[in-house]
């Protein structure tokens, strides 16, 4: 016999059906008019400012990543979301696809892909980097990190130049949650400039900073 008393109908859970996307997620993901154009200025800016850390407005619990695509996506944009192990992930992902109305692509055919687990260097292998006479192709990524603008602990530390940066200075960003070998996968991606990718990092406290095609990532060995 269980401790619940007999005749009293079980207490209701939250949870969705099996391959049901959850309607809470779902409305944590969707952005009003006024804050995806608010998401997007705070995008745009660090895009055109890189190692610049704005701040994002996000959902309890929702990831900061999937949030950021969301403002952007539209039902025209082909996308991939990358999950982890954990079931709250593919959760998420499914959330995406329901609240964005986007269609489902394999990973190199995604001109937008969100990652909710850490980026590995055949993610970005694998992206569409556009053509020189359509390098509009070439994907979007949203990828969610741990911490931006930490002390460099425990971080990985980019030092950043091109476009956006002061000539003649480098800026320093420092990311939790984003490997070294991926920061070098994502250089080569982006070697063959217009062809390349773009990468919104995002962190679960809103904090986002872009790293345009444009950019030159180097590591500190490296600078």
């Keep these: 016999m269980t401790d619940q008393a007999a005749g009293t109908a079980p207490a209701p859970t939250h949870r969705a059906p099996s391959g ?3 309607a809470q997620r779902i409305r944590a993901l969707r952005r009003t008019s006024r804050q995806s154009q608010r998401d997007f200025t705070a995008l745009l800016d660090v895009l055109a400012r890189p190692g610049r850390i704005r701040r994002l407005t996000v959902p309890d619990t929702a990831p900061a ?9 539209d039902v025209e944009v082909p996308v991939h979301v990358l999950t ?16 964005t109305g986007a269609p489902r692509a394999e990973l190199p055919a995604a001109r937008t892909l969100i990652a909710l687990r850490p980026l590995i260097p055949e993610d970005i292998t694998a992206l569409n980097r556009g ?3 359509d390098p509009e192709a070439g994907a979007r990524v949203f990828a969610q990190v741990n911490a931006l603008g930490g002390d460099g602990r425990q ?5 950043l130049t091109g476009p956006g940066v002061p000539d003649g200075t480098q800026r320093r960003l420092a990311v939790r949650g984003l490997a070294a070998d991926t920061v070098t996968a994502l250089a080569s991606a982006n070697a063959a ?9 995002t962190a679960p406290d809103g904090s986002v900073a872009g790293l345009p095609r444009t950019t030159r990532v180097r590591r500190p060995e490296e600078a």
């Design 20 to 22: 049901t996307p959850d």
């Design 65 to 73: 990543a999937a949030v950021a695509a969301c403002g952007l996506i």
């Design 84 to 99: 982890g192990p954990d079931p709250d992930s593919a959760a998420w992902a499914e959330a995406v696809y329901a609240a």
């Design 131 to 133: 053509t020189p006479l």
């Design 155 to 159: 971080d990985t530390e980019l030092f």
């Design 193 to 201: 400039f217009p062809c390349g990718v773009d990468l919104f990092l």
